[in-house]
Nanobody
Framework: QVQVVESGGGLVQAGGSLRLSCAASGRIVSSNVMGWYRQAPGKQRELVASITSGGSTNYADSVKGRFTISRDNAKNMVYLQMNSLKPEDTAVYSC???????????WGQGTQVTVSS
């Protein structure tokens, strides 16, 4: 079993920055994909960014140029640096882990990010 735990959410003014962290533990395989998703009230969950164990990244168009995903494989950590935050970035952000090639992932409880205008 793998568990992931997020931290780093909070309240920030528009234009500000936040850094989210996700710690993975348990039976982690070397070839995996970790990512950040978000869900705003009344909306579907959407992918924000993902990163493979090899370092390949993928971003939602809405966050390109503002958010950066990174990881530390030695520590089983993944990070999301969020800059130039907008009120529309307000959501619960959740970390995910899955084995490369698997469609089934493990999710964390999520952390609230609120951006005030």
């Amino acid at each position: 079993q793998v568990q992931v735990v997020e931290s780093g959410g909070g309240l920030v003014q528009a234009g500000g920055s936040l850094r989210l962290s996700c710690a993975a533990s348990g039976r982690i395989v070397s070839s995996n994909v970790m990512g950040w998703y978000r869900q705003a009230p009344g909306k579907q969950r959407e992918l924000v960014a993902s990163i493979t164990s090899g370092g390949s990244t993928n971003y939602a168009d809405s966050v390109k140029g503002r958010f950066t995903i990174s990881r530390d494989n030695a520590k089983n950590m993944v990070y999301l640096q969020m800059n130039s935050l907008k009120p529309e970035d307000t959501a619960v952000y959740s970390c995910s882990y899955r084995r490369t090639g698997s469609l089934i992932g493990v999710w964390g409880q999520g952390t609230q990010v609120t951006v005030s205008s």
